[in-house]
């Protein structure tokens, strides 16, 4: 068993996704969250800018000696499977979004036909395609960069009746429908917050995998398994770090989170 905390990052609240899942299956581990709100968003930057955030967001995370470190970003994780990211680190354990959504995406299929949407460099990337074809090569896969989800999200435009949402999902999603995928990779953290209004647009015999959800998901096998998971009966506390304004980010936390104990809200500095 381990007391140290889970370590999670992201460009901003699209994290929260992951953390959510985490404190549902695994309540009582304490968790350090570092939303980069400052620099957000992180998939219209060039790859090298995205990795020096990375190792930032990274050596911030590793002050706390955290026994594993979840990158819920869909960008990081793409710049993940190219840059050694980790080189040098203290910590033992990580992993990117990247192959714990592909292998549900894989499983949830009928009809083979996976759609991928995220961020215009994780796109760029392809990563999501090459993981797919590791796993299963009869898989067809149809990417969209929707490069507008992310501003909504941080800004509150999340609601499944808002227009300018509803408006802007249509119109990245035209191609999925006509291509008739029957599962959907939500592949940036931040798009789940906009779930509904996805599901709405693509109809609900589209299977929506959550890659926040899933990262979750294989980091609660993975401490399982290696006796690293919290032995404490008390919940675990969840401290929030972010590095622009609080008080926004408060409001995005109690949106998405709801009014929980144990939390701690404060800005920092990664830099």
Excluded at 7 to 28: Q, Y
């Amino acid at each position: 068993m381990s007391e140290l905390a889970i370590g999670v990052f992201d460009s901003g609240i699209g994290g929260l996704t992951c953390v959510k899942e985490l404190t549902r299956l695994m309540p009582h581990e304490d968790i350090i969250y570092l939303g980069d709100t400052a620099r957000v968003p992180y998939g219209t930057k060039s790859v090298d800018t995205i990795a020096k955030y990375a190792k930032e967001d990274i050596a911030f995370l590793e002050r706390f000696n955290v026994k594993m470190i979840l990158i819920a970003c869909g960008t990081v994780s793409s710049v993940l499977m190219s840059r050694p990211l980790f080189e040098g680190s203290s910590v033992g354990a990580y992993s990117g979004v990247i192959y714990p959504t592909v292998t549900a995406a894989c499983a949830a299929t009928n009809n083979n036909r996976i759609g991928v949407i995220g961020t215009p460099a994780t796109i760029r990337s392809g990563c999501y395609g090459k993981a797919i074809r590791e796993i299963r090569s009869d898989i067809k896969v149809f990417s969209k960069a929707c490069p507008m989800f992310v501003p909504l999200v941080e800004n509150g435009y999340t609601d499944k009746d808002n227009q300018v949402a509803r408006l802007i999902a249509e119109e990245y999603l035209e191609g999925m429908k006509r291509e008739g995928v029957d599962t959907l990779i939500l592949g940036c953290t931040h798009y789940p917050h906009l779930e509904g209004v996805i599901s709405s647009v693509m109809g609900e015999n589209v299977k929506l995998i959550s890659s926040g959800a899933e990262i979750a998901k294989y980091a609660e096998r993975v401490l399982i398994t290696s006796s690293q998971a919290a032995g404490r009966e008390e919940p675990g506390k969840l401290t929030l770090y972010c590095t622009d304004s609080e008080e926004l980010f408060s409001e995005n936390v109690e949106t998405f989170l709801g009014h929980k104990e144990n939390i701690t809200i404060s800005t920092c500095s990664v830099k």
